[in-house]
């Protein structure tokens, strides 16, 4: 009978002990998951460094390995805009993780359906596949990717 007592306030103890470390953890994951940031709320590194990442993005890989081989051009004509509003968690190293189409903002008028579902899919997807900088890592991101033109 003492044993089972023992066992049982051992329990007790293992399981009230492993409880207060995964709700320090949740606590900890819930105030990282708070703080969202939207394009307006930047501050000026943040703002430049969110700009050059963009920049770099979208004419050095996506325009090249995307736009150029799909023959799409981006102007008044073709493709004014090529914007879609997307959420996502940004972890320590720069990763980006699971993306939440917020809106789109694709105005490609003598392109077909298909071809814009395989445009958007494309801009997440080799989105996703950037490196954050430091500025801007854990916390949780609510902004436009892609690019507009003035028309």
């Known amino acids: 009978m003492r044993g089972l007592k023992l066992t049982l306030i051992m329990c007790y103890f293992f399981t009230a002990c492993g409880n207060t470390n995964n709700s320090e953890k949740e606590m900890e994951m819930n105030e990282q998951i708070e703080k969202i940031l939207s394009f307006d709320d930047f501050t000026p590194q943040q703002f430049v460094d969110w700009n050059d990442l963009m920049e770099k993005w ?10 150029d081989l799909k023959n799409i051009i981006q102007d008044c004509i073709d493709c004014a805009d090529i914007t879609i509003v997307v959420s996502f968690f940004v972890d320590d190293q720069g990763m980006i993780g699971e993306v939440d189409e917020i809106e789109d903002v694709i105005d490609c008028p003598n392109r077909s359906i298909e ?33 507009s033109t003035l028309c």
């Not at 004419?59 to 736009?67: H, R």
């Open 58 to 67: 979208w004419f050095e890989d996506f325009k090249v390995n995307y736009l």
């Open 115 to 147: 071809e814009l579902l395989e445009l958007k899919k494309e801009v997440i997807n080799s989105f996703k596949k950037l490196i954050i900088p430091e500025s801007l890592r854990n916390v949780k991101l609510n902004v436009p990717i892609g690019r």
